[in-house]
């Protein structure tokens, strides 16, 4: 038994060494498609167990497919840093900028002013807020910020109640029950003890009720479920938030990166094209999200004491917010400019190929400009421009510090997701060269019997439920290559799988470890494991049924899926010869 214990807490060494040697005779001998599989294999197995870290897994490919003979250093280095990845880390710099001057905390606080303080408003001013915020800046980062104001709003409304409530009356009832022989002089001083510490009376609608031992600091802790509900509709809003636009999460990036790689001659996804149909699934899947939470723990079709909020009450929670919005103090020149660049960037990335009318780049240059060149634009004009006025002052003597710093960005920017896009554009563009991808599509032929919805929905599920216990970006990097072959293999266009498969890739509600934004709510809420999984369990289908239903009707339409275009013959082609 202590053997047993002590290999499971080393049982990140015997994954990596085992993993290897278990599929060795793959690359030892082994044919090119063979040695590209070890090599992948190997790769998917480290990044769902996560025994070494994602973004060292993710240099592998510079190491192990040149020595197996698959690709060339050279061949292999250049994927690491392509348009995809330029574009996110333009992106990610633009946030890190907006994150620095607060402009995200102004936007926030506006809206959920706007929205209202009822208990069902102020859940929708919460998600409203973090998935338009979580559309541009890291969903980490959104419900980090998120979540203190949040608190602050339920720490007003528990004082609140706690005021409205009047000690005198709870000792009198106790003193009468004891005077009619109800329990004794013990019994009692525990249930005004409990009585007066407890933040949650529900349990203890009556002082007989109270147990022999009560655990006041766990009790104190437990959250009500308004509580429960107002975070997790924070955590599904930063996750589904990330889903609308190209930028908004990994997952995106690595989708495009890996479409535009194995099909070079495609027509691709733009900025604009993906906001098309992803802007309102987005708008649907939050507000089934809010309806789901309401009917989970708020009761949406009954009328519920504590759903009723007094016009006190709300003034408080008016004025928390309020007070939080003033500390912010009025608009900067630094917040009104770092607006402009974003709102300038924005525009860039939707009208360069809008495709319902001419984009501007068309105008400029007869060369392709992609999303990457705009977004550089912006984050150098970010390290130039002024963030104050002061050199406009004859008296000022110093120098007006730019909009961003090279410290800031440095500190800031996740250079392991970068490692990690650039290793899984690696691993398609050797899966793809190898002929491994033609292979596994060829092998995929088998599931042509089947409906096409129904494949869907088993890819859908699939990639769903696979995203609650790994990586976002891990599964993507792992599903899409063998999904763009299987649909060239089938004759489908290789959207009609890989995009919705994307878009699965962010479902994931259940699990505190399948997205840092449900493990943040877990932590500052201190919810039971069990309450995110029911809850999430649930929102994972009700996203699935809302994907699967528009993609399969708006989504066909939108992009024009029903035939199998003749560039996506290229790719099978090119690994075939």
Known sequence: MYSLKKLAVHWRTIVVVLVPLVLLPLAIPGSREARCGF??????????????????????????????????????????????????????????????????????LRTILTVGTSPRRLMLGFMCTTCILSMWISNTATTAMMVPIVQAVIDELKAQKDRERKPSQLVAVADSEEASGGFDHETRRKSIIVKKESKDLKDFK?????PEAVDV??????????????????????????????TGTGTNLTFKGIYDSVFPDSEGINFASWMIFCIPLTIVNILAAWLWLQFLFMGLCRKQKKMVMTEEQAQQVRQVIRKKYDE???????????????????????????????????????????DATPAML????????????SFLNPNSTGVSPSILHWKLVHEKVPWGIVLLLGGGFAMAEASKQSGLSTLIGQDLLVLKALPLPLILVIICTATCFLTEVSSNTAIANIVLPVLAEMAVAMKIHPLYFMMPATLCCTYAFMLPVATPPNAIVMAASNMKTTDMMKAGFGMNIICLIILCLSYTTLGVTIYDLHNFPEWAHLPNATAAA
């Not at 009556?206 to 109270?210: A, I, N, P, R, T």
């Not at 390290?383 to 104050?388: G, I």
């Open 217 to 246: 600091e766990n009790l104190q802790q437990r959250p009500d479920q308004e509580t429960i509900c107002y975070y997790l509709g924070v955590a599904y809003a930063s996750n589904l938030g990330g889903a609308g636009t190209l």
């Open 328 to 370: 912010l103090g009025p608009m900067t020149f630094h917040e009104a400019s770092t607006l402009v660049l974003f709102i300038a960037l924005v525009l860039m990335w939707f009208f360069r190929e809008p495709e319902f009318i001419p984009g501007w780049a068309e105008f400029i240059s007869d060369v392709e400009i992609q």
């Open 206 to 210: 009556d002082l007989k009720e109270v």
């Open 378 to 389: 912006i984050v150098f004009l970010m390290f130039v421009l002024p963030s104050n006025l």
């Open 39 to 108: 090599v992948v294999l190997v790769m998917s197995a480290f990044w769902m167990t996560e025994a070494v870290p994602l973004p060292v897994t993710s240099l592998l490919p510079v190491v192990l497919f040149p020595l197996l003979g698959v690709l060339g250093t050279e061949q292999v280095c250049i994927n690491y840093l392509k348009e995809t990845n330029m574009m996110f880390i333009g992106g990610l710099i633009v946030a890190i900028a907006v994150e620095n001057c607060n402009l995200h905390k102004r936007i926030a």
